[in-house]
C-alpha cells in the first residue's frame, strides 16, 4: 500500500482530526462519537397593492475600488447603485420602516440616541440602505445570512477578547462570500467547493510538566518558581526542535531495511510521537487536526485497521512532512496575536497553502462531516439530503411521482412510496460515495469504513450507484447526480464527485432562486407565503445583475445588495401585521385578483396555462380563472358537456392526472415539471379535498 501525503487513495478532503484513540478504538470494534435559523413568523393584516417601482440600469462594479469607505478596503454603496422604491407618504410608517431598516442591515442595532432621524427621514429609502449597507455591521449581518442559508444560527468573527471565532471559520465558504460583498467581487463563491484557508491566532505552546508526566497547557510559571520561563516563541521553537529531532529517527527507522511494523506502530501511543508533539506547538485551533489528517491518519489506518503494506511505505510521506514544517511556521509568524487583531471579515488572513504544502481546503469542513455521518444502512443520504436542503430549497417532501420500469439495484427505494424522494436523493448522495469515517476519501481503496465503524467491500458498496443494464444515459458512467427528470435525463446534471456537486450547485438555477427565497425569509419574514412568480422575478433580476460580460457571476455582491434592497423595500417588509398566508408582493404586471393562492398561481401559469387556458380550456379546464360556484366556494372554471363540475369533482380530476403513472394521462402532458412546482400542485389540491372545501 502506498500511503504519501499526496496520494488520491488517502487524500483526506476534512480538517477535522481523528485522534489515535479513535483509531485505536476501531480495532475493538468501540468508537465514541466524534463528534435558531428562521425570523418571526408573519401574523394577520392586509397587503399593501402599490405599483411597482421603475428599475434602473446597474453598473459594472466588478472593477471598481473602495473610496471613501467606513472600512478601510470595503467597497462604498451608494443610493445610486440600489433600485428605486415607492415612497412611503406617512411620516409614522416611514419612522417605523427606517428603524426595522436599521435593525434589519445592522445585526440587530435599532436607531441609536445619537443618530439624526429626522435626517434620515428626509432622505430617500435607497439612501437610507446606502447608509445601513456602508456600516461595518452590514458585514455581520452578511455573515449571518450566509450561516442561515446553511441552516446555522450566528457565529460572530470575534470572541475572548479579540480572538477569532474558530467556530466561524469551519464555515469557510459564509467568510469568502462576506468578505467578496465587501470588496464588490464575486458574492456567488458561497458556492464554491475550494476556499480559502481562513486562519485564527496561534494558540498557547506547551512542553509537557516534568513533574507528574502529563501535558500541562500553560506557559505561564508557578507564582514561587524564580526561574525565568521561556517565552510562547521559545517554547514553540524548543518544541519544533523535538518535533524535528523525532520526525529525523522515524525517517531513520524507515530507511532501515525490512522495518518492524510493531515497533512502527507501538511508537505512536508515545508522547513524543510526531503527532503528539505536533499538538504542542499551539498552531490555530483546527490546524493541527488537519495536519494529522494529511500527514498521520494513513498510517493511523495502517496500524491500527492491520492494512496491507510495510512501514517503508511512509518514509516519503515523513520526508514530505519534514520538508514542510519549516515553510508552515514562517506562515505562523503572522498570526501572532500580538499583530494579528482582525476587527472584520475583511482584515481576516488566509494561509498560502501551496506554498505551505497543505492539502487544498474546502467547504467540506469538519462541521460538515461530523453533523452528516454516514452509515453502512443509509449511506450517504444525510449529505445528500442536506445539500437538496441548503442549496436546491428541496426538503424531500414526499409526492406521488410515476416510477421507472426499473429501478437502481441494491438501493432503497424501489417502491413508489420511497421513490418519491429517493429517485433524486440516492444520486444526489452519490457525490460523496468514496467518502466514509470523518469525511476520509477511500477512493481507489479496497474497502471503506462508515462513520458507524461497519467496513463494506469498496467495489459492491460503489454498485450501489450502478444504472440498472441500459438504462444509462449517453456519456454518463454512474447515477450521481442533480436530477430533475426521471422521463428525460438531458434535464438531469451527472457527476462523480464533490467538485462535480459544486461546479453544478455554481451554474444550477435552482441554487439562485434557492439563495433567493432564503434572503426573503431572512430579510423579510420565515414563515410568509411567497408569490412564485415575484420570487421569479427577484431572481431574474439577481440573475441578470450579476452578470458582467467577462463572468456570469462578476457582479454578484452588487446584485445581492439590490435583491436585498428590493426586499427591505417590498410591500411585506413595510407591513406592520402581516398575515402569513398571504402575499403581498406581486412580479410587476400581475394582477393577484381571480387567482388561486399565491403560491399555486404562478405555478399553474408557468406549467398549465398553455394548454389549460383562456384560449383553449384543454378538457374544459381553464387555471387562469378562479371563479365563485353556486353556494359561494370558488374553484377553477371546469366544465364537462358545458356545466361546470363541483370543486371537489374539479379537484378530484386533477389529482388523478397529477398522479397516475399512465404517461398518456398524466399532466403536464409531454412536458417536464419540477418536483418542487409538481410538489406544490399536489399538496395543495390533497390539502382541499381534505378540508372539504
Known amino acids: 500500500m502506498t500511503t504519501t501525503a499526496q496520494s488520491s487513495e488517502t487524500r483526506i478532503w476534512t480538517s477535522s482530526p481523528i485522534s489515535l484513540a479513535v483509531v485505536t478504538a476501531l480495532s475493538i470494534g468501540s468508537l465514541s462519537a466524534c463528534g435558531d435559523m428562521g425570523r418571526s413568523s408573519g401574523k394577520k393584516g392586509d397587503p399593501e397593492t ?35 422604491s415607492t415612497p412611503i407618504e406617512d411620516e409614522w410608517a416611514r419612522q417605523r420602516w427606517i428603524d426595522k431598516a436599521a435593525r434589519t442591515l445592522r445585526n440587530g442595532a435599532g436607531i441609536a440616541a445619537g443618530e439624526d432621524l429626522d435626517a434620515m427621514l428626509a432622505r430617500n429609502r435607497e439612501e437610507v440602505i446606502a447608509e445601513f449597507m456602508n456600516d461595518p455591521r452590514f458585514l455581520e449581518t452578511v455573515s449571518t445570512f450566509g450561516l442561515h ?129 505536533l499538538f504542542r506547538l499551539g498552531l490555530p485551533n483546527g490546524m493541527e487536526g488537519r495536519l494529522f489528517n494529511q500527514w498521520f491518519l494513513p498510517e493511523a489506518f495502517y496500524c491500527f485497521l492491520n492494512l496491507d503494506g510495510s512501514p517503508s511505505d511512509f518514509k516519503n510521506n515523513y520526508v514530505m512532512f519534514r520538508a514542510m514544517l519549516p515553510r508552515l511556521m514562517d506562515a505562523m509568524t503572522p498570526l501572532d496575536p500580538e499583530v494579528y487583531k482582525p476587527q472584520t471579515v475583511v482584515d481576516l488572513r488566509a494561509l498560502d497553502e501551496q506554498s505551505i504544502g497543505l492539502t487544498p481546503s474546502t467547504q467540506l469542513t469538519e462541521r460538515f462531516w461530523e453533523n452528516l455521518p454516514n452509515s453502512s444502512t443509509s449511506f450517504n443520504r444525510k449529505r445528500g439530503a442536506y445539500v437538496l436542503k441548503r442549496f436546491f430549497c428541496d426538503d424531500l417532501t414526499p409526492i406521488t411521482i410515476a416510477v421507472p420500469d426499473q429501478h437502481i439495484s441494491n438501493q432503497h427505494g424501489n417502491s413508489a412510496s420511497c421513490m418519491s424522494c429517493h429517485y433524486k436523493l ?158 403581498y408582493d406581486y412580479a410587476p404586471g400581475a394582477n393577484p385578483a381571480g387567482r388561486p393562492p399565491c403560491r399555486v ?45 363541483t370543486k371537489r369533482a374539479s379537484f378530484e380530476s386533477i389529482i388523478d392526472r397529477l398522479e397516475t403513472s399512465d404517461r398518456m394521462r398524466r399532466m403536464p402532458l409531454d412536458m417536464h415539471i419540477s418536483p418542487a412546482d409538481r410538489e406544490v400542485l399536489d399538496l395543495w389540491v390533497r390539502d382541499t379535498l381534505t378540508r372539504g372545501e
Open 149 to 277: 442559508f446553511l441552516g446555522y444560527g450566528p457565529k460572530p468573527l470575534l470572541q475572548n477578547g479579540g480572538r477569532v471565532n474558530t467556530e466561524l471559520l469551519q464555515f469557510p465558504q459564509v467568510i469568502t462570500a462576506t468578505r467578496e460583498l465587501a470588496v464588490g467581487g464575486d458574492y456567488l463563491k458561497l458556492f464554491s467547493l475550494e476556499q480559502p484557508g481562513w486562519a485564527a491566532q496561534l494558540g498557547m505552546p506547551f512542553l509537557p510538566n516534568p513533574d507528574d508526566g502529563n501535558d500541562d497547557n500553560s506557559a505561564t510559571p508557578a507564582p514561587t518558581d524564580p526561574t525565568p520561563q521561556p517565552t510562547p516563541a521559545e517554547i514553540r521553537a524548543i518544541v519544533l526542535a523535538q518535533l524535528l529531532a523525532k520526525v529525523d529517527e522515524t525517517i531513520a527507522f524507515l530507511s532501515t531495511e525490512n522495518p518492524s511494523r510493531e515497533e512502527f506502530c507501538s511508537d505512536d501511543d508515545q508522547d513524543d510521537s510526531p503527532s503528539s508533539l
Open 601 to 645: 398561481a404562478h405555478v399553474l401559469e408557468r406549467n398549465c396555462a398553455s394548454c389549460h387556458g383562456p384560449r383553449l380550456a384543454a378538457g374544459g379546464l381553464d387555471v387562469t380563472a378562479w371563479v365563485e360556484l353556486e353556494g359561494g366556494a370558488k374553484s377553477f372554471r371546469h366544465t364537462k358537456s358545458g356545466q361546470q363540475l
Open 426 to 583: 440516492d444520486p444526489m448522495s452519490g457525490f460523496f460515495k468514496n467518502h466514509g469515517i470523518n469525511g476520509t476519501s477511500f477512493g481507489g481503496q479496497p474497502r471503506l469504513l462508515f462513520d458507524d465503524l461497519a467496513m463494506a467491500d469498496k467495489a459492491t458498496y460503489d454498485a450501489s450507484w450502478q444504472f440498472a443494464d441500459g438504462t444509462a444515459p449517453a456519456g454518463v458512467n454512474w447515477n450521481i447526480g442533480v436530477v430533475r427528470s426521471l422521463e428525460d435525463p438531458r434535464l438531469n446534471s451527472w457527476g462523480e464527485s464533490p467538485q462535480d456537486l459544486f461546479h453544478i450547485i455554481r451554474t444550477a438555477p435552482e441554487a439562485r432562486q434557492c439563495l433567493v427565497r432564503r434572503a426573503v425569509e431572512f430579510f423579510g419574514s420565515s414563515s410568509q407565503a411567497i408569490d412564485a412568480g415575484w420570487l421569479a422575478w427577484l431572481t431574474e433580476n439577481f440573475n441578470r445583475e450579476s452578470a458582467t460580460e467577462a463572468s456570469p457571476t462578476a457582479n454578484s455582491s452588487m446584485a445581492f445588495k439590490r435583491l436585498v434592497a428590493r426586499i427591505v423595500t417590498s410591500n411585506l417588509f413595510s407591513a406592520s401585521d402581516p398575515n402569513s398566508n398571504q402575499c
Open 50 to 84: 402599490k405599483p411597482a417601482p421603475q428599475e434602473t440600469a446597474l453598473p459594472d462594479t466588478s472593477q471598481q475600488q473602495s473610496s471613501e469607505s467606513p472600512t478601510p478596503g470595503v467597497r462604498v454603496t451608494t443610493a445610486e447603485d440600489l433600485p428605486a
